[in-house]
């Protein structure tokens, strides 16, 4: 896992867990931290499995797209 990878999975998770924790409180005046500690590891598992699939199609493009000589 490399930096911005780790970054991305951490900020959607914290986005996710503060999000989580305001909603809680205004619709029930409880948070219930199991659910939003679970919230917050999903959103980091599914924001790395966006960024590989990113990354690897990416490279993927790259590798397939034909050498474009430029000509004068």
Known sequence: MD???ALEAG???LACMVAA???FYAVA???DWALVLGIGV???IAAAAN???RVGHAEQV???AP???IED
């Open 42 to 44: 999903s959103a980091a």
């Open 21 to 23: 924790t305001g909603t």
């Open 67 to 69: 050498a474009s000589p």
């Open 3 to 5: 930096r911005r990878e």
């Open 62 to 64: 790259a590798d397939e």
């Open 51 to 53: 960024y590989r699939a």
């Open 29 to 31: 005046g409880v948070v």
């Open 11 to 13: 900020g959607a998770a």
